[in-house]
């Protein structure tokens, strides 16, 4: 709960550092943010606040380093216990397909991006981490860009209302491979 909390309160500041331009979203985030005592959904709410966060800065996400870094960090976090099953695969297909943000893109562009690091995962593991992490790092010079990837996989690591210690892990590596403090996200 400790980490849920950690990551509210980054969201939180995140919110505020965006300033009257994150007002310009759907609203959702301030609301979820309002309630820090509401332990009951609050990963509903913190995974809501992240999505409100990227909507707010949809018009902004649309080029293909975004699409490309943000399938490589989707498929780092569904890979990063080792395994991915079908049914998971599936899963985080229909996440990334319904996402508002990721709308910008034909959703088959996303799933063929997907499932190609995630059969390169699978097949070698190492050098399948090393190719995600260089298409992630790509974004790097764009700071916003950099930090809706994070946030992308934050939405598909807390999507299941479990955030494992290999789902984090995943995210610290992308973090630094785009020059983020992990402590931002709170992992």
């Not at 966060?53 to 943000?70: F, I």
């Not at 695969?89 to 034909?106: A, D, G, K, Y």
């Not at 973090?175 to 996200?185: K, M, N």
């Amino acid at each position: 709960m400790a980490m849920w909390d950690k990551i509210k309160d980054q969201a939180k500041t995140f919110q505020q550092s965006q300033g009257t331009r994150g007002a310009s979203g759907s609203g959702q985030g301030a609301q979820a943010s309002g309630r820090p005592g509401s332990s009951g959904g609050s990963k509903t709410q913190l995974i809501g606040m992240f999505k409100s966060q990227l909507a707010s800065v949809k018009t902004e996400l649309k080029s293909g380093s975004y699409r490309d870094a943000s399938m490589a960090m989707c498929a780092l976090v569904a890979a990063a216990d080792g395994h991915v099953e079908p049914a998971e695969r599936t899963r985080v297909e229909e996440l990334i397909v319904s996402n508002e943000v990721l709308q910008n893109f034909p959703a088959d562009q996303l799933r063929q991006r997907f499932n190609q690091h995630v059969d390169r995962l699978l097949a070698n593991v190492e050098q399948g981490r090393s190719e995600a992490l260089q298409v992630i790092a790509k974004v790097s010079k764009k700071p916003e860009e950099a930090r809706a990837v994070i946030q992308t996989g934050m939405v598909v690591a807390g999507a299941d209302g479990v955030f494992e210690p290999s789902e984090q892990q995943a995210i610290r590596e992308a973090c630094s491979a785009l020059g983020i403090s992990p402590a931002e996200f709170g992992v």
